[in-house]
């Protein structure tokens, strides 16, 4: 008898993994990201005239935190402001003021705990009562009380199965409010340092890493580390090493790029509540080979860059040039949170067999890139900026969702501009180095920028459940099949046929409580006008692009301005929820199944 996946060895996977996506993968990687290096540097963003220098201590929030009646302990918070950094250079399509920032607090906890949290506002007046400060996941039961001194006091409870938290203060002030200048809590659960030994090697400093490794397997970084002479070099991670340590006030500049493991049966490990630092690198050149185009979490393997067999817990990856990592298989992400400022600042990628749980994101791209089979999500925290999708399904015609899963899906901001209105016409490519126009289609909750030829959960379809929206999204669905979109680093598109080649997408969306969308959300195929020329063919007459879609949406609530929520029905989809669909073969099925 075969051996089951799930059963099989790490380097089986591994030789699974690698079948499975050989053919599709790198196209995948080209598509959304700099694999082909055409335009470098990309100059669409204005650096700033002094970089600073992270970390910084927040100069707009002060934290203290209790667990249970202990003592207050002071909180170190560190902040991210925006445009200040070459990794976050300021971009005036953005929306984004220059006073725009994230502070943000590791607070160590427990399960089953009570922690407070005591906040103190260092900037203009302390809160006020017209402020409302809150918390977001306003449905998560986290308690904020306004205090007579002007302090904001938080306090929830810990589950038994704790294992990270993450939430925003909110309140609201004029142009100085939350939206602007965020603090968000990230609630570590312990992590036990490795035990020192032999094979452990503590680093404080790059002079550390210069010597020769080949006698350790675990690399344990404590303190303010810079990689390389200005903190804008990835470190090879050599193949020996399998364990990587990030302790409570470990501060990293730089990237970490991994080969393949000595030893391929051995898992590798990257945890800990410390803080990889990418703000060192240069924005402008996230398009270039080398480490500046690199992502925070690389991969040297050939011929397509993935991350096979990691367990990553804990850390917090910030102020990205590029994406936080190559795709992910076989592997698993806990309690990660993640920054970054700036359209191609994607966020995770998930390939097959990976699953990610307690995670915060605040993503300028793709937030959660579900782009493989068996991937799940749970407790995920998203706030989206100006652009990009929540969940991302896929660019190409490889990624096929089977076996996904998101349960508990929390969106507390999105900042997009665009699109401003819904359009089923493609735009041809100009000529290279120009890039194809997005159409802002890759901004929504729900996104697919998947290609003809997709067969998208046609083995098991996948479910995305329990999701809750705090404001109105610009798009909420922009689920289509499209001719294939460049990146604006001027790669060329991948090649597929746009004509008698029809593709299949199936998808469960169910427990969904969001405002009404401001754009009309799209559900269906784009339609090609005649002359429409790409990649050597040209459409003769206007065609609409093939294939079938399958979407249910069972217990679809929907916010009207009024405050009303209404379920989507079928007769209410186009009114209420503003959906539209484009193209034979579309078929949404609405359904209410009360408690």
């Known amino acids: 008898m075969g051996k089951s996946l799930t059963s099989a060895k790490t380097g089986d996977r591994f030789r699974f993994a690698m079948k499975r996506i050989h053919a599709g993968t790198a196209v995948l990687l080209a598509a959304c990201a700099s694999s082909v290096f055409a335009q470098c540097p990309v100059n669409d963003a204005t650096p700033p005239a002094t970089p600073l220098t992270y970390p910084k201590t927040s100069d707009r929030y002060a934290v203290q935190y209790r667990i249970g009646s202990g003592a207050w302990t002071n909180a170190q918070v560190y902040i991210s402001d925006y445009g200040a950094t070459d990794g976050s250079p300021y971009r005036q399509d953005s929306g984004y003021s220059l006073e725009t920032s994230m502070s943000f607090v590791s607070i160590p906890a427990s399960s089953k705990a009570n922690v407070q949290m005591r906040v103190t506002k260092l900037f203009d007046t302390p809160f006020q009562p017209g402020d409302h400060v809150s918390a977001r996941p306003s449905v998560k039961p ?10 904001a006091l938080i306090s929830t409870e810990t589950g038994a199965n704790f294992d990270g938290e993450q939430f925003i203060l909110w309140w609201n002030r004029g142009t100085d409010s939350a939206a602007v200048e965020s603090l968000a809590f990230f609630l570590d659960p312990p992590y036990t340092p490795p035990v020192p030994g032999n094979n452990v090697l503590t680093v404080h400093s790059q002079a550390d890493l210069n010597g020769d490794l080949s006698s350790y397997n675990t690399l344990n970084f404590e303190g303010y580390v810079v990689i390389g ?33 000595d030893d391929a049966s051995q898992p590798r490990q990257i945890y800990g509540p410390g803080v990889l630092d990418v703000s060192r690198f240069d924005y402008e050149s996230r398009a270039c080979p080398g480490d500046q185009g690199y992502y925070a979490l690389s991969s040297s393997h050939t011929p397509n860059a993935l991350l096979n067999d990691f367990s ?97 899906l929390y969106v507390v901001k999105t900042d997009w501009l665009t699109p401003t209105a819904s359009s089923w016409t493609a735009i041809a490519p100009a000529p290279l180095p120009a890039p194809q126009p997005l159409q802002g289609q890759n901004n929504a909750v729900f996104a697919s920028l998947m290609v003809p030829g997709t067969t998208f959960g046609t ?50 969306i169910e427990n969904l409580f969001s405002p009404a969308s ?45 405050g009303i929520w209404l379920p989507l029905l079928g007769f209410d989809a186009a009114p209420v929820g503003k959906i539209g669909t484009n193209g034979a073969g579309v078929d949404v099925n609405y359904s209410l199944e009360l408690p």
């Open 459 to 508: 083995l098991k379809p996948p479910t995305f459940q329990n999701i809750f929206v705090e404001d109105p999204p610009q798009v909420l669905f922009s689920l289509k099949i499209l001719p294939p979109i460049c990146a604006d680093t001027g790669m060329s598109c991948p090649s597929v046929a746009l004509t008698d080649n029809p593709s299949e997408l199936n998808l469960n």
């Open 229 to 261: 002479p200005a903190g804008a070099t990835a470190f090879s991670v050599p193949g020996n090493i399998y364990t990587i340590f990030l302790g409570p006030n470990s501060w990293v500049q730089g990237k970490l790029r991994f080969g393949d493991p």
């Open 312 to 408: 990553i817990d804990g850390i917090v990856i910030t102020d990205m040039n590029h994406a936080a990592n190559d795709i992910l298989f076989n592997s698993t992400v806990n309690n990660v949170k993640v920054l970054g400022w700036n359209g191609e600042n994607a966020a995770l990628r998930l390939g097959d067999h990976t699953s990610a749980s307690n995670l915060f994101v605040r993503s300028g791209d793709d937030s959660l890139m579900m782009w493989g089979t068996y991937v799940t999500i749970n407790n995920a925290t998203v706030w989206q900026n100006y652009n990009g999708g929540v969940v991302n399904l896929g660019w190409s015609d490889n990624s096929h969702g089977d076996y996904g899963m998101i349960d508990g």
């Open 518 to 562: 401001i754009v009309e959300n799209s559900i269906g195929f784009q339609t090609l006008p005649a002359g429409y020329t790409q990649d050597g063919q040209t459409i003769a007459t206007t065609t609409t692009l093939t294939g079938s879609m399958t979407i249910g949406m069972t217990n679809v609530l929907i916010e009207l301005p009024e």
């Open 142 to 151: 986290i308690l904020v009380d306004r205090q007579p001194d002007g302090t």
